[in-house]
Nanobody
Framework: QVELVESGGGSVQAGGSLRLSCALS????????LGWFRQAPGKEREGVAS???????RYADSVKGRFTISKDNAKNTLYLQMNSLKPEDTATYYC???????????????????WGPGTQVTVSS
């Protein structure tokens, strides 16, 4: 049974940093995508960053240059380093996994299968 559990959320002032972690267990994809998504109240869930089993990464334009996705295979943990945070980054952040279907890491929530419960990130101005 696949399980994903996020941690590391919190409250920070604009310009600050946070690192989110996602502990992964039970997934068996050898060819996969792992992604970070976020959802603010009243908004749709949006893809933030993703990484595939080859190590290729992809970022939403709104976070390029500020966020970095990485994976520690030994610890089976996915990370999202978030720097230069802005109030508009405030949201619940989710990690997810899915089977890799094409060469570019996906930022589409519909293409991911398993989700964590989420962790709240609040950025104040």
């Amino acid at each position: 049974q696949v399980e994903l559990v996020e941690s590391g959320g919190g409250s920070v002032q604009a310009g600050g940093s946070l690192r989110l972690s996602c502990a992964l267990s039970g997934y068996t994809y050898s060819n996969y995508w792992l992604g970070w998504f976020r959802q603010a109240p009243g908004k749709e869930r949006e893809g933030v960053a993703s990484i595939d089993s080859t190590g290729r990464t992809r970022y939403a334009d709104s976070v390029k240059g500020r966020f970095t996705i990485s994976k520690d295979n030994a610890k089976n943990t996915l990370y999202l380093q978030m720097n230069s945070l802005k109030p508009e980054d405030t949201a619940t952040y989710y990690c997810a996994d899915g089977e890799r279907r094409y060469w570019e890491p996906s930022l589409r929530a519909s293409e991911y299968r398993n989700w964590g419960p989420g962790t709240q990130v609040t950025v104040s101005s």
